[in-house]
């Protein structure tokens, strides 16, 4: 888990800055609070993360609804429905994504990709070897004027078997 959430850590500066209010409250430090508790599986020694649980961002923007992803070559395809109340979204909030390598632990993301009113977005990983590599992958949505953020979703584990 720390491997984890040190390499989410510039992600964490956005998806968790809109909670990290408080005095001595630090974005990293509010997210690695609430994966502690959702985010862990299993007694020790035997615990493992529970991706279903992991929290990449947090706040009061609308999510994303029925999210589909694919995954093609080094991309991932995002899609969702025009669902959401407009006080909590606006059509011109942008997806952010993270996609996190299980084999080479280093997280991947987009702090600015396509809009909500889009309904749709792609995610090309960097130029590198992914063959026989495994990824974790969220969304969520961020408003570009006030850096409000949506409750970020878990879209799956993706395998890359080339």
């Not at 509010?30 to 990449?56: C, E, Q, Y």
């Not at 011109?92 to 987009?110: P, Q």
């Amino acid at each position: 888990m720390s491997l984890f959430l040190r390499s989410a850590k510039e992600f964490f500066r956005t998806g968790f800055k809109e909670v990290a209010i408080a005095p001595n409250k630090t974005p990293y430090n509010m997210a690695v609070s609430a994966n502690l508790f959702t985010g862990v599986t299993g007694r020790h020694p035997n615990r493992k993360i529970n991706w279903d649980g992991i929290v990449v961002s947090d706040g009061n923007l609308a999510r994303p609804a029925n999210v589909v992803t694919t995954m093609y070559k080094d991309e991932f395809h995002f899609s969702w429905a025009p669902d959401y109340d407009p006080e909590l979204g606006s059509e011109n909030d942008r997806t952010i994504i993270l996609a996190y390598c299980n084999e080479t632990k280093l997280c991947h993301f987009s702090l600015s990709g396509g809009q909500r009113k889009d309904l749709k977005d792609t995610f090309k990983l960097p130029l590198l070897n992914y063959d026989y590599k495994s990824f974790e992958v969220f969304i969520a949505f961020k408003d570009t004027l006030s850096n409000q953020v949506s409750r970020s979703i878990y879209c799956g584990h993706y395998d890359f078997n080339n």
